[in-house]
Every structure is written in C-alpha cells, then in structure tokens.
C-alpha cells in the first residue's frame, strides 16, 4: 500500500467512513502523511509512516550520559542497538573520532 492509497479507505473505527489525507504532526517540526476519518476523527497511518515514525521514536532514545570508568569515560549502549546489532558485554568495538563526534564501529571494515 502507498502512503498516499489510505486516502478513500473505510476507517477501521467506526467502518462508516472514508479517511481523508492530511497532514499530522507527530513531533515539532515532524509532519508526516496521515488518514483522518471524516466522521469520527481517527487517525491512521500507512505502514510505511508507522515504520518512519518507529524509526523517529527510538532515535528520540538515544540520548545517553557519560559516565566515568577509570580514566576512560563510557557511554551506555541503548538496549535497541545492542539487540540489533548483537552486540555483548566485553564484546569489542572499534571507537572513532570523526568531525568532532565519535563513531563506533563494530567491524573495522
Ligand atoms: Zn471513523
């Protein structure tokens, strides 16, 4: 289904009538596609908006505090990334400097 196919779909709350397109901000400054039904209101999105707006979400997440260890300074892997990416206590990574952020990598190449 495209995004823009929700248009003139039947709303899957009252299933009387037809969701119009519209644009719904999810964050400030965040506007993506939605269908909003003409007689109840509800607001549906596209798998595909669903999916932005999951990906939106758990960047939001992603904000962590350094914290001292030694003389190092460490910073907590969100639980998201380590399931993704596998990742495991003691595990190694590779830890760049780049443009004045740090990058880690978890594979040289
Ligand atoms: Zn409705």
Known sequence: MKESDMG???C???EIAKYR???YEIEPGITVDAGKCKKCGEIAFSH?????IEAI???????RSIVQVGSSL??????IFVKKLNL???????VFEQGGNILIKTKLV
Request: charged fraction near 25%; charge should be positive.
């Open 88 to 94: 495991k206590a003691k595990g190694r990574v590779f």
């Open 48 to 52: 595909g908006v669903v999916k932005k």
């Open 8 to 10: 003139g779909e039947t």
């Open 12 to 14: 899957g709350m009252c």
């Open 21 to 23: 397109m519209i644009k």
């Open 57 to 63: 979400r758990s960047m939001d997440s992603q904000q």
């Open 74 to 79: 460490a910073v907590p892997i969100p639980a």
